[in-house]
Nanobody, 124 residues
């Protein structure tokens, strides 16, 4: 089992920044990856970014490339999502998730554990 707790959401004006954190506990050996997803009201949950604990290689959705940065702190078992140049369309509940699969995936159903989510609201 892996427990994931997100924090750092809030209300920000367009063009502003937020940093989300996701602290992992439990089964924290390094053979998995962590992802950020988001879900806006009435929409499907969508992939935002992903990082491997072992090599730190990041992957991003096209919609956030150049604006968002995913990173990790192995000592703290925590991943971060630095979000800059935020837009109203970034408004959503943001979730972190753990993937114990062998292949890189952006499909939510392939992730094994999820946090409870944190709300991000970007005003225009």
């Amino acid at each position: 089992q892996v427990q994931l707790v997100e924090s750092g959401g809030g209300l920000v004006q367009a063009g502003g920044s937020l940093r989300l954190s996701c602290a992992a506990s439990g089964r924290t050996f390094r053979r998995y990856a962590m992802g950020w997803f988001r879900q806006a009201p009435g929409k499907e949950r969508e992939f935002v970014a992903r990082i491997s604990w072992s090599d730190g290689r990041p992957y991003y959705a096209d919609s956030v490339k150049g604006r968002f940065t995913i990173s990790k702190d192995n000592a703290k078992n925590t991943i971060y999502l630095q979000m800059n140049s935020l837009k109203p369309e970034d408004t959503a509940v943001y979730y972190c998730a753990a993937d114990f699969g062998a292949l890189v995936t952006t499909i939510p159903d392939r992730y094994d554990f999820w946090g409870q989510g944190t709300q991000v609201t970007v005003s225009s």
